[in-house]
C-alpha cells in the first residue's frame, strides 16, 4: 500500500520561509510526476507548483519568484521550498505523486494527508 509521507508545515510570519518535502512509504518502480497543492478555507483545491521526472516544473502565478519545487529522484523525494511567505499563502498543503507501486500495472494518482502552512504575526 502506498501513503505518501509530507512533512514541513507549521506557522511562520510574512517575509519567512518553509520548506516541504514528500516522499511514498511502500514499495514503488516509479513515480511520474510530483506537485503540490493547496486549498484554503471556503476555496477549491488548486496547484502550487509541479515537477516531471525528466525535472521540467511548472508554477502557479501566485508561486512564481517565490517558490522552488525540486525532486531528489533517488529518494523518490519532492521538495517545496516557500520563500516570501504572504497571508494569503497560508492554506493546507498536499503532496500528489502519480506512482507505479511495485507489482501494479498502471500508474495513479497519490495524495498526502495534507499540511498545514498559516503565514501570521
Known amino acids: 500500500q502506498v501513503q505518501l509521507v509530507e512533512s514541513g508545515g507549521g506557522l511562520v510570519q510574512p517575509g519567512g520561509a518553509l520548506r516541504l518535502s514528500c516522499a511514498p512509504s511502500?514499495?514503488?518502480?516509479?513515480?511520474?510526476?510530483m506537485a503540490w497543492y493547496r486549498q484554503a478555507p471556503g476555496k477549491q483545491r488548486e496547484l502550487v507548483a509541479a515537477?516531471?521526472?525528466?525535472?521540467?516544473?511548472n508554477y502557479a502565478d501566485s508561486a512564481k519568484g517565490r517558490f522552488t519545487i525540486s525532486r531528489d529522484n533517488a529518494k523518490n523525494t519532492v521538495i517545496l521550498q516557500m520563500n516570501s511567505l504572504k497571508p494569503e499563502d497560508t492554506a493546507v498543503y498536499y503532496c500528489?505523486?502519480?506512482?507505479?507501486?511495485?507489482?501494479?500495472?498502471?500508474?495513479?494518482?497519490?495524495w498526502g494527508q495534507g499540511t498545514q502552512v498559516t503565514v501570521s504575526s
Open positions: 500528489n505523486a502519480n506512482v507505479l507501486p511495485y507489482g501494479g500495472s498502471r500508474y495513479t494518482d497519490y
Open positions: 511502500g514499495r514503488i518502480f516509479g513515480i511520474n510526476t
Open positions: 515537477i516531471t521526472g525528466a525535472g521540467t516544473t
